[in-house]
């Protein structure tokens, strides 16, 4: 579900490639600039920026998300500006992401910034939106932002490559958010069971690429990348892989199709 839309150079051929597998991907964006990049260039083979994909000839492809990443607000004057244009933009964007918190070592020391721009994010995105979340050591602060703002309650909050305590998972699971999952994860003995933990009509799958702007789409390493974490988590869960693939497909349209 979960990549990064705006860092590859060729986002209409990773688009392209999910579409022709029946799927689709969501493509989060760093900052509102990446969004309106991203959205213009797909909106060329028939996407467009309220997040509507055509449909004909197999899934959704890649789909924009406006982004307001955590990482972005502690540089310098810029943060202000991202923070304005993205809840000008919010308001028409039915998917929302990256956003979120981060209290890792290289960006705590905007921690305060970033819950001052968090808060007026969830403030900002309609009723009904998608939001695919990043936390980082923080995601009670989410939790709290989330529902003091009301978003909790009326959108789609999905924690991507969750990373909290196992009192914060109970806490997300029971307001019912979803969970994105990828390899990355998966690679801990913690995030394995955080999977295994999250039920089946509330898991997606992601691949959190690519690592570095610019860089192309390889539909064999990503598509691999997807089929390997769904493996995992299907053995986690003691469930056939094509039973989840389904569940995973189903949450995954009802979600980009918002």
Sequence with gaps: MHLHGDWFSDPRACSASFAAAGGGALGCTVEPAGYEGLAAELADEGRVPDGEAAREGGGPGLVPALGLHPWCLGEGSDAGRRVERFCELAGGCRLVGEVGLDRGRAHRQAFDAQVAAFRR?????APGSVLSIHSVGAAGEVLDILGESG??????????????????????????????????????????????????????????LPEHPGTAWDAGAG?????????????????????????VRRASRGLLSR
């Design 121 to 125: 994010a969830c403030d900002a995105v």
């Design 223 to 247: 598509l691999s990348a997807l089929d390997g974490a769904l493996a995992t988590v299907a053995a986690l869960k003691g469930v056939e892989p094509e039973a989840l693939a389904d569940a």
């Design 151 to 208: 978003r909790l309650a009326d959108c789609a909050c999905v924690f991507h490559w969750f990373s909290g305590t196992s009192d914060e998972l109970a806490r997300a699971r029971g307001a019912g958010c979803l969970f994105s999952v990828g390899p990355l994860m998966l690679r801990s003995r913690r995030g394995r069971e955080y999977a295994r933990q999250v039920p089946v009509g509330r898991l997606l799958l992601e691949t959190d």
